[in-house]
């Protein structure tokens, strides 16, 4: 069955028990799109056919909430993306994601049980298990969200971001782009995390300090002159050759983090000149200065 090209708006939330599934579901749902939660896997392919054959119109599009409260849930996991694939619908896949610690203390508040625990199998054991058997979910993923420094409000205000990303770009291999400071942590859902405190730092220029590296004179002074220069040029070209062997490998995206001390200056000026270079390249690239305010 074919739908139409303008209907096919749908997107699968899944990730770790606690790290926020529910509220991003929340979120589709007040951005107008039809929500079902805790939907068993076999059952999305009729939920598709028929949410298009009848209510497509009134709505921009279906999000689906999946997770291990249903048995054997990653073991159809392939087979429901292939059964979706015939009405010519490419899911969006969103996974939330927290660490342990801060998981371990959600339980601790709610109080509520976890899927897998038992009498043999605790709550730590229990998130251990849940993210080894996630994992190839995980990774398939269109879009990895840790939420284990987000508010409510933050974890709103972030998916309605990154899915204007998302959905204002066409498919392929999505490359995601973090700039960050390591004095805040680096991010957990990285692929791949760079170290650019070798860099010259502006912060200990008075003059400059109070700017961003979304600032010209910033970009100047990391960039403009080697290190910077020659180590932003080897890189763009490491990126040319590298990007394309990924999609080739068949990754739905690759989330790639540059670090500096505050995650205002460096960081951010070598994130913004990787994106104007990817984005001239044809690239389906978006961007997240995760501690921008904060550097």
């Known amino acids: 069955m074919q739908l139409e090209s303008e209907q096919k708006n749908v997107v699968i939330v899944s990730g770790m028990s606690g790290?926020?599934?529910s509220t991003a579901l929340k979120v589709f749902e007040d951005m107008g799109f039809f929500c079902v939660?805790?939907?068993p896997a076999r059952m999305?392919?009729?939920l598709i056919e028929l949410f298009f054959n009848s209510s497509a119109k009134e709505y921009p599009g279906l999000a689906m909430g999946m997770d291990l409260r249903q048995p054997d849930f990653v073991g159809q996991w392939k087979e429901v993306l292939l059964d979706i694939q015939k009405f010519s619908v490419r899911p969006t896949v969103i996974f939330t994601d927290s660490s342990n610690q801060i998981l371990l203390r959600r339980y601790a508040t709610t109080r509520r049980p976890h899927p897998l625990t038992s009498g043999n199998?605790?709550?730590?054991g229990a998130l251990e298990r849940e993210?080894?058997?996630l994992e190839p979910i995980r990774t398939q993923a269109d879009l990895v969200i840790d939420t284990s420094h987000y508010s409510v409000h933050d974890l709103r205000r972030v998916i309605q971001d990154k899915w204007e990303s998302l959905s204002s770009r066409s498919q392929g291999m999505r490359v995601h782009l973090i700039s960050f400071g390591f004095k805040y942590g680096a991010p957990t859902e990285a692929d791949d995390v760079t170290d650019l405190r070798f860099l010259p730092n502006p912060y200990f220029d008075e003059a400059l300090r109070p700017m961003s590296g979304k600032d010209e004179a910033i970009a100047r002074y990391v960039?403009?002159?080697n290190p910077g220069r020659e180590y932003l040029r080897r890189l763009l070209e490491f990126l040319d050759f590298a990007l394309p062997l990924y999609a080739?490998?068949?990754r739905y995206r690759l989330t790639m983090a540059f670090g500096c001390t505050g995650g205002r200056h460096r960081s951010v000026a070598v994130t913004e000149a990787v994106l104007a270079h990817l984005r001239g390249q044809g690239f389906n690239v978006s961007v997240e200065h995760r501690h921008f305010s904060l550097g």
């Open 223 to 225: 960039l403009g002159s």
């Open 131 to 133: 993210r080894e058997i």
């Open 121 to 124: 199998l605790g709550l730590e």
């Open 44 to 46: 999305a392919p009729a």
């Open 19 to 21: 790290s926020g599934k």
């Open 37 to 39: 939660d805790g939907l």
């Open 248 to 250: 080739t490998e068949g």
